[in-house]
Every structure is written in C-alpha cells, then in structure tokens.
C-alpha cells in the first residue's frame, strides 16, 4: 500500500525558507511523478512543483518558479520541496502526490496524481 508522508511545514516569516518532506513507501517509485500541491482556504487545490523519479526532470507553476525547488533522494525515497522567499500567499496546506502512469500533459492537473499524503501547513507571516 502506497503511502506518502509530509513533513516540515510551519510558522515563517515572509522572505523566509521552509523545507517540506515526502517520504514515500510501499512500492518501488521510480517510474511515477512526484508532485507538489497546495489548497488555501476556500480555494482549489493547486499544482505547485513536480519531478519524475527516472529522469528527474522537474515543473514548476510560474508563481513559484526562481523560488521553490524540487529534489529527490532515491535512497530514502523521499522528495523535497525547498521554498525561498516566502510570500504570505504561499500559506496554504501542502500535498505530496504521486502519479504512477505519468505524461507530460498531465503533470499540473490533481486528477492525473493516484496517491496523496496528508498535508502539512504552511503559514507565512507578513
């Protein structure tokens, strides 16, 4: 059984860093998408950052881009999401989600991802 598990949300001031943590288990990822997904409250759900384990290619929405990064660590199948320059509208709660019949015209959409964790929170203060 899949299983995936965020971490290391909190309180940070704006301009500040978090570092988020998916650690995945349960199957062997190395041919799904990892992706990144954040809800505030009363919107939708929204892609943030991706990144396929075989390639390592990574995406990124335009409203992060310069600022977040996304990683892997193959050994402890677990991914990361570096986030710099935090802005007050980056709070919201994050999703680590993994796509296991990924394609490239997917890679945005919440539909297309088969598992998800359950969230951290992200708060920054202004």
């Known amino acids: 059984q899949v299983q995936l598990v965020e971490s290391g949300g909190g309180l940070v001031q704006a301009g500040g860093s978090l570092r988020l943590s998916c650690a995945a288990s349960?199957?062997?990822?190395?041919?799904?998408?990892m992706g990144w997904f954040r809800q505030a409250p009363g919107k939708e759900r929204s892609f943030v950052a991706a990144?396929?384990?075989?390639?390592?290619?990574?995406y990124y929405a335009d409203s992060v881009k310069g600022r977040f990064t996304v990683s892997k660590d193959n050994a402890k199948s677990t991914v990361y999401l570096q986030m710099n320059s935090l802005k007050p509208e980056d709070a919201a709660v994050y999703y680590c989600?993994?796509?296991?019949?990924?394609?490239?015209?997917?890679?945005?959409?919440?539909?297309?991802?088969?598992?998800w964790g359950q969230g951290t929170q992200v708060t920054v203060s202004s």
């Open positions: 990144i396929t384990w075989s390639t390592g290619n990574a």
């Open positions: 349960g199957r062997t990822f190395s041919s799904y998408r």
């Open positions: 989600a993994a796509d296991e019949n990924p394609h490239l015209d997917t890679v945005r959409l919440t539909t297309a991802y088969d598992y």
